[in-house]
């Protein structure tokens, strides 16, 4: 199974979508999945603020991994991170549409109306998993030398 079937079949057993990402990817970097599983949750439903989707933070702990070193605790060292989460960010932007959870499933899941709406239309389900795709997708582009996703 590759890493997108993999993230999809994740969050297809109830991982937040922060997690399927991040756990599917953890074990090639060398950090636990029952690690990344811990550290992913609070990402989910962006940051549980309907903000930042949890697909794209995951995505870019997955970039800090792969494009960090140990120099990265300066600006210059980050460098390379940078580049690649602003390139991922433009990638998901474009095929996506936003980089937001509540624009993303058209509804504030933050409020008890948002998600009642989300659950009704099972967005979760339906939307969601385009995201992951999506972000496994960008995410395979960048870290087998592709600078520019498609």
């Known amino acids: 199974m590759d890493n997108i079937d993999g993230a999809l079949s994740k969050f297809e057993r109830q991982y937040a979508c922060s997690q ?87 509804c504030n899941i933050r409020t008890s109306e948002g998600m009642k709406k989300a659950q009704e239309e099972k967005l979760f389900q339906t939307v969601c998993p385009h995201f992951i795709r999506t972000a496994a997708e960008l995410l395979e582009q960048l870290t087998s030398g592709h600078t520019q996703p498609s």
């Open 20 to 106: 399927a990402i991040l756990t599917q990817y953890a074990p090639i970097y060398g950090l636990d999945e029952n690690l990344a599983l811990c550290l992913a949750a609070g990402f989910a439903g962006g940051m549980r603020k309907a903000d930042t989707c949890g697909v794209v933070t995951g995505s870019i702990m997955v970039l800090g991994l792969h494009f960090g070193t140990p120099e990265s605790s300066t600006g210059k060292g980050r460098r390379n991170v940078y580049q690649a989460v602003e390139t991922f960010q433009q990638a998901f932007v474009a095929r996506c549409g936003s980089l937001y959870c509540r624009a993303l499933l058209g």
